[in-house]
């Protein structure tokens, strides 16, 4: 009897010696926890590895020259608007000084407009423009994805806010506070639009829906520059809207730095379907103008320009794990073979959510600063 419990006390001592050295190896980080944590992270890689077929990354890439990279922006222009040129118009409806409840806690704020993007098959694009009591003359462009209002994206607002800059705060098309419409299509009937998925069934040889999701960006920063004097815009987004964040800046050189989170993967890294996204992340004839790995040149070069990915290493929602680094040294070159611009990607590895982690919050300033 008693050799049992002797067994059981040196058990027990052995267990507490274990579990109370772990937790003072992972309190204060000493030896082994890098290599405890290295290992963590290799299996967490290897858990979210995809199957990848493409060897000839740089056949892809079709950006050479600012002469191609004027060309495919024209064509990209022409495919969207059907000319060869952003629009030029500022035709926004504008509610000065709103009062909103749910940002009137944040720091620094002192008014907000109400910006409304009127558009085709009476989709609209509402936007709150966030005004600073303190001003770096500096402008955020924040976009949300699809999980809904950009209210999700308070964090990022109430974050740049707080360090002086004004924000402009989107929702994707038929999202948010944005419309739902009704629309009679021909040969389908009445249909109500709620899905980007059903914005294909208003696609025609004359007009494409991608125009919804770039469009309300581009008039706002006309409005912007016809009304204020900022220095510079910068964008940011996350899942959907770090997409709509990648094509904006491909577009328009006017956003200087630019920063897409869980954003996107060109098409060879796609063959797992939570990676495929809606409509417009595979439009054929979009990518055929300009695949994503074009995109990603196009919105890094650039005089100040740069383009910035960060992935969550353990998203569960999309492009998680390490692919990216498939084709990051290829966009890398490529950028670095003009005179200007700049392309990098971060892994970010602090937090296992579908989000803008704080650490992923530092790295845009760090950027922005640089």
């Not at 999202?175 to 009445?190: A, E, R």
Request: with cysteine; glycine share 4%.
């Amino acid at each position: 009897m008693m050799k049992n419990s002797s067994k059981v006390v040196i058990l027990g001592s052995i267990f507490l010696l274990v579990f109370c050295s772990g937790i003072f190896v992972s309190a204060f980080e000493i030896f082994p926890y890098s290599l405890i944590k290295q290992a963590y992270i290799e299996n967490q890689k290897a858990l979210s590895e995809i199957e990848i077929y493409e060897e000839d990354i740089n056949s892809l890439i079709q950006i050479s020259s600012i002469d191609s990279k004027t060309k495919t922006k024209n064509d990209l222009m022409n495919f969207i608007w059907k000319q060869e040129t952003v629009p030029q118009n500022e035709s926004i409806k504008l509610e000065k000084n709103i009062v909103s409840t749910q940002y009137s806690d944040l720091d620094n704020l002192d008014s907000i407009d109400k910006l409304t993007i009127e558009m085709e098959y009476e989709i609209n694009s509402i936007a709150y423009f966030f005004k600073p009591s303190s001003s770096n003359n500096k402008l955020i462009i924040y976009h949300q994805g699809h999980k809904g209002d950009f209210i999700e994206g308070k964090q990022t607002i109430a974050y740049f806010l707080e360090k002086n800059y004004s924000v402009v705060a989107f929702s994707m098309p038929l999202l948010g506070m944005n419309s739902q419409p009704v629309v009679d299509i021909s040969q389908f009937g009445k249909i109500k639009i709620q899905s980007h998925n059903q914005l294909e069934l208003l696609e025609s040889e004359t007009f494409t829906p991608i125009k919804f999701f770039v469009e309300p960006i581009i008039l706002t920063i006309n409005y912007l520059e016809k009304n204020y004097d900022f220095d510079s815009y910068h964008m940011i987004g996350i899942s959907g809207g770090g997409w709509t964040t990648t094509l904006v800046a491909a577009i328009d050189d006017r956003i200087t730095q630019s920063f897409s989170v869980a954003g996107s993967y060109p098409m060879f890294l796609r063959s797992d379907t939570k990676n495929f996204g809606d409509y417009e992340q595979h439009h054929l004839e979009l990518y055929k103008i300009a695949n994503y790995l074009d995109l990603y040149v196009m919105a890094s070069v650039g005089d100040d320009r740069k383009f910035i990915q960060i992935f969550n290493l353990h998203d569960p929602c999309c492009f998680d794990g390490n692919a990216f680094e498939e084709y990051e040294d290829n966009i890398v070159a490529t950028v670095e073979n003009f005179d200007n611009g700049s392309f990098k990607i971060y892994l970010d590895d602090t937090h296992k959510d579908h989000k803008i982690s704080d650490y992923a919050l530092e790295i845009i300033n760090n950027e922005l600063l640089d």
